[in-house]
């Protein structure tokens, strides 16, 4: 197994998702600015799925790059963390088309969960193939961020059930956390 | 014919085919728990499918790699095979909007059975055009998996018209015989 | 601009395209052998044009392999046949799902004569960019398929005015004359 | 950060992009010319659009030929072009399907102006990259159709509200002045 061609792959296939969730922002039948406005959660929705998958894409591809060489465990891992990316769409349209609704924001909690979990495997299962010298473990570090979001991400969950606008304020935070550059967050972290 | 480009355009027709499959997990208009659980099946009916392409992209993967010359018939014969795995996602959202219904199980392996010929008509062709020193008849070898497949499937389709539940749980079967690592599967039905 | 970037692009369209089409298969609603007979039409609609787009990335790509330096009018050239091809799916779509009646049989021979067109003028451009020394004029040489093509489709259209379904066989005859390796046919044609 | 990645996961993207937005030219029920006749609209609409995201295509690949060094402003930056053009499909096919109404105009001139921002906060960061050897600053000159346009996009904007018809067509001239190969189009815009 090549790497370049399970970058390759990935990158197809998490570029066709990021894409094709525009489908989801259903064209309204009438054309006036209140059926567009009707259309400002599904927005919202669509912005911040955007923003998580592009950061996917970039974690991944710093991840893929320290990788020299695939198994069959990595290659099943990457198919898996592809596999709970791909129903991000899903879940990004119901809780749009839903306005922010309990049980959708709940899923799409969910949705952001199982990829952070599949990403960790993915992880793990590099790590594991490069044995004790492994340059991953040692970039990933105490890998704060990693360990946080998952948590934070069965937080809002819980909160979701009682206050679905509180979830989605903090799906939105996890996702600037990752959008500033590792250093200042890390201190950030690092000094608490 | 480049061989690099016959790679890239069949991992992009896969990762698109595999990713546009989710387009037809329809959101539901509701935002209960109810109406998520009536997707359940064709969550599952969906996630086999992933599972499944996810197999015949690492294969013909393989394959490829041992191809040294692209000539007309196996650049055919690839068109071929991507032909009827392009169709997948239709089988798969009509099993799983029919929870599993007969005529639909039966058509799914149809939809599993045709790539699974396809499959073994382009590695047929590669073969031939690799000659008698053929790397890849050589890697192939007794090919017990890619002979026991079709077979299954067939039996499974038989059986779908009196159980399509069990022949349901033939395709998984299938399916995951495909992910155990090839060398332990080969020793449990070599013995046999 | 660099050739390979132009090629990836195009292929990335190309296997988009050949891949979305499937999507205008709509899934039944009933789970019978008649609600799959119904779409009899729509799927041989979708495999004509799959036979089709193959042929057109087949042959794109051989000829851009020629191509040394890309200039504007070549780009655009090539964005215009892509333009033309992305119709493809919504023809298919059109035809399959009207039972090759007389205005979609008639929009699909259209839908078939700018593509050639497009790709005529594109071969044009590359032509004309590599001078009298044109390796790709000579490739190309009489070009008796790329000329008679056109010509067929001109009087399918027509034909189809009258009588759709000889237009149709003309379609699929079309096709299958793409597929017949060079040599045969360029000798059947030469002896004519 | 390899540039070659980014560079890929854009054109994946844009080509994406650039093919789904026929998904939106919904095939019509009937198989009458009146049928294909309403749906003009949609297909100028969606030619329109064709072409500028060829601009986009061609002018982000000469940029990013570029670019020596990917850093983190550089990537977000690119991700967050991408997440506007991302909205053409939407905005065409609103404008498309409602014939060019005032609403749909004005929304379809903000979907052209923000993409047109995100490149130049793009270019921005390149050149700012870069530091005072700049060769893309060198290269970009004075920028005369790249501060041009978004001065038209806002203008056509306004000038929907009160003739849409206006707006488009000059949203068709900014297009047209971008085909138009450089040089001939900065002598004339120079002069004045």
């Known amino acids: 197994m090549q790497k370049n061609r399970l970058e390759a792959f990935s990158d197809g296939v998490i570029a066709i998702i990021i894409t094709i969730m525009v489908l989801e922002l259903k064209v309204p039948h009438g054309a006036d600015w209140a059926d567009l ?7 919202l929705s669509y912005a911040l799925s955007f923003i998580y998958i592009g950061i996917y894409w970039n974690n991944h591809h710093h991840m893929l ?4 060489h695939v198994n069959g465990v990595i290659l099943w891992a990457n198919t898996h963390l592809l596999f709970w990316i791909s129903l991000m769409p899903f879940a990004t349209a119901w809780m749009g088309e839903n306005h922010f609704a309990v049980v959708p924001t709940v899923v799409y909690g969910v949705a952001l969960f199982m ?8 992880q793990t299962a590099i790590i594991r193939e490069q044995g004790p010298q492994s340059i991953l473990k040692k970039a ?8 946080i979001s998952p948590v934070l991400y069965l937080a809002a969950i819980l909160l979701a059930f009682r ?3 509180l979830a989605d304020v ?3 935070l996890v996702a600037f956390m990752w959008l500033i550059p590792d250093r200042r967050i890390e201190r950030i972290l690092g000094e608490s």
Request: aromatic share 16%; proline share 9%; glycine share 10%.
């Open 37 to 43: 406005q009707g259309l400002l959660p599904a927005f």
């Open 65 to 68: 790059h320290m990788v020299r």
């Open 115 to 122: 990829p952070a979990l599949a990403y960790f495997l993915l």
């Open 140 to 147: 990933v570090g105490s890998d704060l961020k990693g360990k």
């Open 163 to 165: 206050c679905p606008w």
């Open 170 to 172: 903090i799906y939105v």
